[in-house]
């Protein structure tokens, strides 16, 4: 059983920054790609930033520049620093991740946290 649990939303004015941090628990052997995505009101889910365990990143046109993702692999960690914030920057960010679990013969598995709000005020 694996999960992932995200912390660090919260409500922040435009231009200002926050540090999203997701947690990796369980049974992993090993993680591949580790994401960022989230859905605003009325929206469809989107990426927002992919690092994979070689270290390739992609952003979306949105966040590029403004937003960086990270991982601690020893700790089964992804963050996702944002800055300069804006108010379409508001969603709730869910934390995805390809996990292979000890004893798997065929994967990895697709996992996703629960999300944290993230508000930006004008």
């Known amino acids: 059983q694996v999960q992932l649990v995200e912390s660090g939303g919260g409500l922040v004015q435009a231009g200002g920054s926050l540090r999203l941090s997701c947690a990796a628990s369980?049974?992993?052997?090993?993680?591949?790609?580790m994401s960022w995505y989230r859905r605003a009101p009325g929206k469809q889910r989107e990426l927002v930033a992919r690092?994979?365990?070689?270290?390739?990143?992609n952003y979306a046109d949105s966040v590029r520049g403004r937003f960086t993702i990270s991982r601690d692999n020893p700790k089964n960690m992804v963050y996702l620093q944002m800055n300069s914030l804006k108010p379409e920057d508001t969603a709730v960010y869910s934390c995805?991740?390809?996990?292979?679990?000890?004893?798997?013969?065929?994967?990895?598995?697709?996992?996703w946290g629960p999300g944290t709000q993230v508000t930006v005020s004008s």
């Open positions: 369980g049974s992993i052997l090993s993680i591949y790609t």
């Open positions: 690092l994979t365990n070689g270290g390739s990143t």
């Open positions: 995805n991740a390809l996990i292979r679990t000890t004893g798997q013969q065929i994967g990895p598995n697709e996992y």
